[in-house]
């Protein structure tokens, strides 16, 4: 075959595409009953606006990041996440002087050039929230906890990890002893590291090379950094959370790949997945919608990888669903079409074969077709006006006399 899917790009096709929609009718009911609306974003921006709030440092934008010019010459970008896309429109839409607080959520694909592996695709989808104008530790356990209601609701089994990174008073403190720590081992870090050294070193605590983890085991740490207000906001974080019976972690290596992340951040992460991996993720980003031309607002979020998730959910048993119309001939095909119009009509799955085949061949597709009723229009029930009525667990048949009879039945 000529063409196919571009590497590290999947069709969802069913039964699979059934998981996909399962998880995403998961999350909107469990972010709506929190109070979120939903926003539906472009697929691309400018490039600009990810390298001003992912960073130009992070692996996203360096290695990451689909960008190209556009015929105006523009320069492009793929979104390679959802938080950038969603502050810029509640700048771009002055939401920040209309309402106290936003809160917020989308549902869509996003890109990155990565090695593809299992749950790893270019294009990925994410389900996300995100919540403007809330600076309190109680905004952050509300986040966490509907996160691990939406996991639970799911039935994917994760253990919760979160962290402090700080903020720009304390930070540079910690920057400097981290960088300071980590320049007398330089000759253990890898290639990357040595690099991030300077620029990035925080990414270094998440680098996967045992020798930096080694080097990390010994690392100073951001929670004896924090400025009061941090320390604070984190504590009163612990307390919520615990009084919520949210159970968690604290990993004091949690520090995210993108640079806008200010206080909590957060990891939802899934043995299942043969190696731990995380599920979701998110944290609070305080100064981002200041630095992107916004008001003074504080925000936090989070986003689920449905790729993921999808190879978590278990295939389920398919239970047999709807109803078959089996006819004989002109006369009762026609007869049953508008029983099927009608039954559609009220909701209910029904199908016919407009193929006219045999009586044999017609119940042999209604059984591929894994419906839980045939109904039977054939000479005898045209002549009687009546349908007959097939359940194919039971086996059983029974004489229906009229459609509100069969409606009542079903
Ligand atoms: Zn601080
Ligand atoms: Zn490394």
Same mark, same amino acid.
Request: aromatic share 14%; hydrophobic share 30%.
């Given at each position: 075959m000529e063409f196919k899917t571009v590497r590290g790009v999947e069709d969802v096709i069913p039964p699979k595409s059934e998981k996909f929609e399962k998880i995403a009718e998961t999350f909107k009911e469990k972010v709506k009953v929190y109070g979120f609306k939903e926003v539906i974003l472009p697929v691309f921006e400018e490039a600009g606006l990810f390298l001003r709030s992912v960073g130009e440092t992070t692996d996203i934008v360096q290695k990451e990041m689909y960008v190209f010019e556009d015929r105006g010459g523009r320069k492009i970008a793929l979104r390679p996440e959802g938080t950038a896309s969603a502050v810029r429109a509640y700048i771009q839409h002055g939401i920040y002087v209309k309402e106290p607080f936003t809160k917020w959520f989308y549902i869509g694909p996003m890109f990155r050039y990565e090695r593809p592996q299992a749950g790893r695709n270019r294009q990925f989808f994410q389900a996300g929230c995100e919540v403007f104008g809330l600076s309190s530790p109680g905004a952050d356990a509300e986040v966490i906890l509907l996160a691990s209601e939406i996991l639970k609701a799911l039935d994917v089994k994760f253990t919760l990890e979160i962290n402090s990174i700080g903020c720009e008073r304390c930070r540079p403190n910690y920057r400097r002893a981290l960088i300071e720590y980590l320049s007398s081992k330089k000759e253990s870090l890898c290639k990357d590291c040595q690099s991030r %050294?300077?620029?990035?070193?925080?990414r270094v605590l998440d680098c996967k090379n045992e020798s930096c983890r080694e080097v990390v085991r010994e690392v100073p740490l951001i929670t004896d950094y924090l400025c009061n207000e941090c320390r604070e906001h984190f504590e009163r974080l612990k307390v919520l959370l615990k009084e919520l019976d949210v159970p968690f972690v604290h990993n004091p290596?949690?520090?995210?790949? %993108?640079? $806008? $992340?200010?206080?909590t951040v957060f990891e939802f992460k899934s043995e299942n997945l043969g190696a731990q991996s995380t599920v979701l993720a998110g944290g609070r980003y305080d100064n981002l919608i200041k630095e992107l031309g916004g008001g003074d607002v504080p925000a936090l979020g989070f986003a689920m990888g449905i790729d993921r998730i999808m190879l978590l959910l278990p295939d389920e048993e398919k239970e047999r669903k709807g109803l078959f119309v089996v006819t004989g001939g002109e006369k009762a095909y026609l007869e049953g079409l508008k029983l099927v119009k009608t039954l559609r009509d009220k909701g209910f799955y029904a199908e016919i074969d407009?193929?006219?085949?045999s009586f044999k061949s017609q119940f042999k597709l209604a059984n591929k077709l894994n419906v839980k009723y045939v109904v039977i229009i054939g000479d005898e029930e045209l002549e009687g006006g009546f349908y007959s009525l097939k359940c194919f667990e039971t086996g059983k048949q029974e004489r229906i006399e009229s459609v509100a009879e069969l409606l009542a039945r079903l």
């Open positions: %050294l300077e620029r990035n070193p925080l290596f949690i520090v995210r790949g %993108l640079d $806008y $992340y200010t206080k407009h193929r006219q085949g």
